[in-house]
């Protein structure tokens, strides 16, 4: 009976997390459909103000927008990045440069004007780069809707003196830089680019890894052998019990 309730706990763990393997599955071939389409869609112009609150990431993250706006002059945040998981170009360490833009409005957006390859976070090379930026003037900008993200336990301290942060946390970065943009999603750059190539703007592709079915199978499989175990194991257990009956019957 012990063993049975082992097994029996054991089987329906091992169910459970094979069921929750193909659901995980659904749910990321349609997040996969949805951001296929969205970054394969014509640009939009950049929601007015009013509709920024109603923005949420499930709905909005990687649409593709467009707008004109002109650089700041407040200070630049480099996120440092060992690689990227949507930028097919970016496969070494490096940061990407957010910086605040100003709308025709007035009103102020974070923009990730591109990646920098620079391992050993030239922050000279880094703040040339920035300027150019700056010198640009008003142009016209394309790209997609991103949200935030928050720091973890595991994610490195940053070096506000440097201006280097490890996580695209706008909120803290914007208040340690004194940014004025109440936006509550930043705009990752996809064009223009700078003749000098630097930052990187580039397009964002799908690149997500879809292998929830042969988790499922691993599981569901684990599942069967444990019941197999079970099974032979209780049918030893019942031949030898039969096998003793008919010993002692004999004497």
Do not use: C
Not at 92 to 117: C, I, K, Q, W, Y
Not at 124 to 150: I, K, N, S, T
Not at 151 to 164: E, F, I, N, V
């Amino acid at each position: 009976a012990g063993l049975a309730l082992i097994a029996l706990v054991m089987v329906a763990v091992l169910l459970t997390l094979g069921a929750w393997q193909l659901q995980r599955r659904v749910a990321k071939q349609a997040l996969i459909a949805a951001l296929t389409e969205r970054l394969a869609a014509a640009p939009m112009p950049l929601p007015l103000p009013a509709a920024w609150a109603d923005l949420s990431p499930a709905r909005d993250e990687f649409r593709r927008v467009t707008f004109t706006a002109r650089f700041t002059d407040a200070p630049d945040a480099m996120i440092y990045s060992a690689g990227s998981a949507i930028r097919a170009d970016v496969t070494s360490p490096g940061t990407f440069a957010l910086l605040p833009v100003r709308l025709r409005d007035g009103n102020e957006v974070v923009v990730n004007a591109g990646f920098l390859p620079n391992p050993a976070i030239d922050r000279a090379r880094q703040d040339d780069a920035v300027q150019r930026l700056r010198h640009a003037g008003a142009v016209q900008m394309v790209g997609y809707l991103r949200f935030p993200e928050q720091s973890g336990l595991l994610t490195a301290a940053p070096d506000p003196a440097k201006r280097l942060w490890f996580a695209r946390d706008l909120p803290v970065i914007a208040a340690a830089l004194g940014w004025d943009s109440a936006a509550p999603f930043y705009f990752d750059l996809e064009t223009p680019q700078l003749a000098s190539g630097a930052p990187k703007p580039g397009p964002l592709t799908v690149r997500l890894r879809d292998q929830h079915l042969q988790y499922a199978i691993t599981w569901f499989g684990l599942a069967a052998v444990v019941s197999l175990a079970f099974v032979s194991w209780l049918y030893g257990q019942l031949r030898d019990r039969r096998s003793a009956n008919r010993h002692s019957v004999s004497l």
